[in-house]
């Protein structure tokens, strides 16, 4: 199908979007990657009145940063670049891990981080890294300047967010993981396809226990889920056979999966056992 | 102040590209993708529109050195970009050694989706010359084949791989 009739504007540079942005709120929608965006136009999902394309704006668009402690990704940098970004393998290895099972090589090219954080689909693998990492949100605004939010509270519901309707994610910040264990599973049936569960996580092994651990589910409920009592019984763990019972008791009795279309929450709920199991080895690698 | 009226009359945009390596301006309707404009205005019909929300691959297309999917790229969008269809890449060394592996590996049947399938593995070929099958299969994942023909479609990845790595002297 094709889209319904839009108005479509170039933005000039930051300071041109937000203003747009501020003029016309909801009507409009930055128009990144496109990989989402656009498909739901084709489908008449949506038919904002305004698409403002934000892609020539050079201050979301820097390569990955690295200054002290904190790796810097811009809102524009592209799915692929998470693969070939030596600053990104170096440094962010959950997302170096996490970027070649979103989507597919042609989807990679052009869709962004941004936009896929912003987006926020429950089944999705960034917003699922950025909890499980305890990454910070930087958002931009004409009236509110900037701000930053921690990612647990960015994601609010079902492709609900913290972002205010004339506020754009500029950048997210992660602590560096260079010293972290990284663990990313995900269950689809096709490879690319929405999972029909998985699991991103992070923590600091000191001999056979873990601390700091971050783990959070997607596609299991209706945004990023993190696993806090999952990741508390890991870190009361003393060994990694103990971690994996501990963490999968927890599992058992307290997980919830909501059904999607193709998988039952009884479906979810089994993979996601297997799933966490083999996230745990991942992290005691 | 208004932007969107004073700059965006509804007729359309004008874009400058450069489509097969020729020189195009054009007037285009900021709602309509890549792939119509390709086919439709610039009549390069090697390019197939499958199911125009980015599922299915047929219309990918090289923009900027980059695989994409042409459904899911707005005409308007391309302004000022390098935009290679199939018909422009056949003196590609990469895409002809995979059409002629296509070939000898029977490696289509009605072949909607055979453009799409040689820009996606000329992206994985350029990368890497000695991938394993099961990294061509998870590369193509995005490109529907809609006869199945996927295992001979791997045998060719594999075949122009083989060729190519001969001829730079592997």
Redesign the interface.
């Known amino acids: 199908m094709k889209a319904a009739p839009f108005k479509y504007v170039l933005a000039q540079s930051l300071e041109h979007c937000l203003e747009l942005l501020s003029e016309h709120g909801d009507d409009a929608r930055l128009l990144a990657g496109g990989q989402s965006l656009l498909p739901s136009l084709a489908l008449r999902l949506s038919a904002p009145a305004l698409l403002i394309d934000i892609n020539r704006v050079s201050d979301i668009s820097a390569p990955p940063q690295v200054s002290g402690g904190v790796v810097r990704l811009s809102a524009l940098t592209r799915h692929a670049d998470l693969i070939t970004s030596p600053v990104v393998q170096a440094h962010l290895p959950l997302l170096h891990r996490a970027a070649p099972w979103i989507a597919h090589p042609g989807i990679r090219n052009r869709g962004t981080i941004g936009g896929s954080l912003a987006l926020g689909d429950p089944a999705s693998e960034l917003p699922a890294c950025a909890v499980a990492a305890g990454a910070t949100f930087i958002l931009q605004s004409k009236s509110g300047g900037l701000r930053r939010v921690p990612a647990p509270s960015f994601y609010q519901g079902m492709f609900r967010n913290a972002c205010a309707v004339d506020e754009m994610i500029v950048a997210i910040e992660f602590a560096r993981m260079d010293a972290l264990q990284t663990g990313f599973k995900e269950v689809a049936r096709r490879r690319g396809d929405y999972a029909m569960v998985g699991l991103a996580g992070q923590a600091r092994r000191s001999g056979q226990r873990l601390t700091n651990v971050g783990l959070s589910f997607f596609s299991v409920g209706d945004c990023p889920v993190l696993a806090s009592k999952i990741c508390q019984a890991i870190e009361a763990a003393e060994n990694e056979s103990q971690a994996v019972a501990m963490a999968l008791d927890v599992y058992q009795r307290d997980m919830q999966a909501s059904a999607d279309l193709w998988c039952s929450s009884q479906a979810k709920k089994y993979i996601g056992r297997s799933v966490l199991e083999d996230v745990i080895h991942d992290l005691y690698q | 102040?208004?932007?969107?009226n004073d700059?965006?009359p509804?007729t359309g945009?004008n874009i400058k590209l450069q489509v097969n390596g020729q020189p195009v301006h054009a007037q285009v309707s900021?709602?309509q993708?890549l792939g119509d404009f390709l086919r439709e205005s610039q009549g390069f019909k090697g390019t197939h529109i499958g199911c125009?929300?980015?599922v299915c691959?047929a219309c990918?297309v090289r923009v900027d050195g980059?695989?994409?999917?042409s459904?899911?790229?707005?005409a308007?969008?391309a302004d000022a970009a390098q935009v290679f269809t199939i018909e422009g890449l056949s003196d590609d060394p990469v895409v002809r050694a995979l059409q002629n592996s296509f070939v000898r590996c029977h490696a289509m049947q009605c072949g909607f989706c055979t453009a799409g399938m040689l820009l996606?593995a000329a992206?994985?070929l350029q990368a890497q010359l000695d991938p394993s099958r099961d990294e061509v299969?998870?590369?193509l994942?995005?490109?529907y084949c809609r006869c199945t023909g996927y295992e001979s479609i791997v045998n060719a990845v594999m075949d122009a791989a083989q060729t190519l790595r001969k001829a730079r002297g592997e």
């Not at chain 2, 102040?1 to 969107?4: E, P």
């Open positions: 102040m208004t932007f969107i700059q965006v509804d945009l900021v709602r993708h125009e929300h980015g691959g990918t980059r695989a994409v999917r459904c899911l790229t707005l308007v969008q996606t992206e994985l299969r998870e590369y994942s995005g490109n």
